[in-house]
């Protein structure tokens, strides 16, 4: 179970408001205290990657990076061990330190309840640091990564911030204005027609806002900025959780407006937002009544598990034969 090293701290987040006053317009590290709360060695890691596999894929998303035939890097999913088998948490752990494997771990209110009371009482702490700052939908994952491990560009439909807890990671975001991506590539991501993996143009590869974080810091993304992350040569660790508030929801729900009438209804739709709250909120209008009234239906999301955690493999991944692969629902 949890290792707690300090369980009554009083304060999570250490930086003031002077750090944190820009968290939705601009990228921001900051410090935290959640080292003073939880020790995550690799007996604490080994348990939640033990119940996690316990649990089902459902609880988890494990991932490489892999090239296809024409050299473009894509995603593959696979499995912490066979149904009916039992993982063994340690070494799960030590593949992923020896390799390029990326777990996520979901449900943590199930699987690693201190975790989402931490970022509970940071999220309640930002609300009496931050004037106007709120939150809903709060989702946390717990995120466990190898050395070589790298997460591609990407864009997440919430705001997010990370607890970094253990190792050395490098951050790259993008300004959405600075890289021009329109709204229809936001609104396919939204609608769930694609994933949210991006293509940055290479040119503003290494010219994002870029930070290098060490444990006790965090960082936010605001909403829907393109970012990427590295990790630098050690395991890493980190509570990543995921919120939205007024402003992000109303844009949210534009874009799903948006979609939908350029989609079912053919119309011509401007690709930029207003930045106008209050043109933005009339526009979410009928977004909020399209979701009301289940209007869309997404087609469920397959997801191919093509590979099981290995030990006597020597990057930690044997591939399952054609006729093995499981595709889930996520």
């Known amino acids: 179970m949890a290792q707690l090293a300090h369980a009554g701290v009083s304060e999570l987040i250490h930086s003031g408001m002077d750090v944190l006053k820009g968290i939705h317009k601009v990228p921001v590290v900051f410090q935290h205290a959640m080292l003073d709360v939880i020790t995550p060695d690799d007996d604490y890691l080994a348990g939640i990657i033990e119940r996690a596999a316990t649990a089902g894929p459902m609880h988890y998303n494990l991932s490489v990076i892999e090239r296809d035939e024409a050299g473009k890097e894509r995603w593959v999913q696979g499995l912490l061990a066979r149904e009916g088998e039992q993982a063994d948490g340690h070494a799960v752990l030590e ?38 700052f709120t939150y809903f939908n709060l989702y946390s994952n717990l995120l466990i990564s190898g050395p070589r491990a790298k997460v591609t560009p990407h864009m997440d439909v919430a705001e997010v911030f990370l607890f970094h807890l253990r190792g050395h990671k490098r951050m790259t975001l993008w300004d959405p204005a600075d ?11 939204i609608l769930r027609e694609q994933l949210e993996d991006i293509e940055i143009p ?56 948006q979609g939908l009438a350029r989609r079912r209804l ?23 009544l399209a979701k009301a009234l289940r209007l869309h239906s997404p087609k469920p999301r397959k997801v191919a598990m093509e590979f099981v955690v290995d030990t006597a493999a020597s990057d930690g991944v044997r591939w399952l034969p054609r006729d093995e692969v499981i595709a889930l629902e996520k």
Request: one cysteine or more; a negative charge; proline letters at 6%.
């Open 179 to 189: 890289v021009n991506i329109p709204d229809s590539a936001r609104e396919s991501i």
């Open 202 to 257: 290479q040119e503003w590869i290494n010219r994002g806002f870029a930070a290098e974080l060490a444990p006790g810091e965090g960082m936010n993304f605001p909403y829907m900025w393109p970012h990427m992350v590295e990790n630098l040569g050690d395991l890493n660790v980190s509570l990543q959780t995921e919120y939205h508030y007024p402003a992000s929801m109303r844009r949210y729900l534009a874009l799903y407006a």
């Open 95 to 132: 593949m992923i330190k020896a390799g390029r494997l990326w777990l996520q771990v979901e449900h943590l209110k199930e699987l690693a309840p201190e975790l989402e009371h931490m970022a509970r009482q940071a999220y309640d702490e930002l609300k009496r640091k931050v004037a106007g």
């Open 266 to 288: 053919g119309m011509k739709v401007c690709n930029d937002l207003p930045e106008s709250a209050v043109q933005e909120s009339l526009r979410a209008v009928p977004g909020l």
